[in-house]
């Protein structure tokens, strides 16, 4: 069974490149040895943001895109003096990106939902043919049962894939959440984790439903937002979070049953002023 693959190119690493690259800035400072003010200024933050998250997505991360962004125009704007007469379209300008984004993703998401009705009404198609050709009443009663038993997972991952807010039963999960809230309740046994991205917003993800077996890895990005995940109790969760003025909690009520080896949950991901919460009931 394929699970997630955990990425190589580790986030956590990259951060204590960049603190120790602060550091050592701080500390010619203090030598008097000059280096330019805008290496520590407040848009190299969002650059540095940026940078990790693009590494951990493998550059396809539109929420590293865009912080990587900003921040480079704020510092060549305010750093280096360069007009670039945009200063009032800026927030505009970053509406319709996130629009396009959102229209792209929606289509991309409707595209697999008519791919999966095709293959039902093709499965459905050839398993009525094959019932008339063999003219056998058990054969025509099993390949109704399997027409049946492929149209109701369908339905399934057709629930898991519709709407963001809600019930889902697909396998993975893949919410966005730009200036909105979003809860969703997972009801998948065979969860192999997914990416969670909260911008200005919120998500509250409800797995105590689901179950998996091995190990799954679910990608967090948090800006000015918050994340609050709810995990059956005998789950390992391992939290590698780099969190930068923001706070993780886990608040998971204590048991005295053991936990489980073999369901390994691997948060990963950039918490940037905003929080992660983890709890159990």
Do not use: C
Request: glycine share 10%; charged share 20%.
């Amino acid at each position: 069974m394929r699970r997630n693959r955990i990425h190589n190119n580790d986030g956590g690493m990259i951060f204590g490149f960049i603190i120790l690259a602060v550091g050592v800035l701080i500390l010619l400072r203090k030598l008097d040895i000059f280096y330019p003010d805008w290496l520590l200024s407040w848009p190299m933050i969002l650059i540095g943001v940026g940078v990790i998250t693009l590494v951990k997505h493998e550059f396809k991360s539109f929420f590293g895109v865009m912080m990587l962004g900003l921040g480079m125009y704020f510092l060549f704007e305010r750093e280096f003096n360069f007009d670039f007469g945009l200063q009032r379209f800026v927030f505009p300008i970053a509406l319709i990106f996130v629009g396009i984004y959102l229209i792209t993703k929606k289509r991309k998401e409707q595209q697999v939902l008519n791919d999966i009705q095709e293959k039902i009404k093709a499965k459905s198609t050839a398993s009525t043919a094959s019932t008339e050709e063999y003219k056998i009443g058990e054969e025509y009663n099993k390949g109704e049962k399997t027409t049946f038993s492929s149209q109701a997972s369908g339905a399934k991952s057709y629930a898991g894939m519709s709407g963001v807010s809600g019930t889902s039963y697909s396998d993975s999960v893949s919410i966005d959440s730009i200036m909105s809230g979003i809860n969703k309740r997972m009801l998948t046994k065979n969860f192999q984790g997914g990416k969670l991205t909260a911008a200005f917003g919120g998500i509250d993800l409800d797995l105590t439903q689901s179950d998996f077996s091995g190990m799954v890895t679910l990608q967090v990005d948090v800006i000015f937002g918050a994340i609050k995940l709810v995990v059956p109790p005998h789950w390992d969760v391992r939290v590698e979070v780099t969190n930068i003025a923001a706070g993780v909690e886990d608040k998971r009520a204590y048991r005295q049953s053991e936990v489980d080896p073999d369901k390994v949950l691997l948060i990963r991901g950039t918490v940037f002023f905003g929080g992660l919460e983890i709890k159990s009931y």
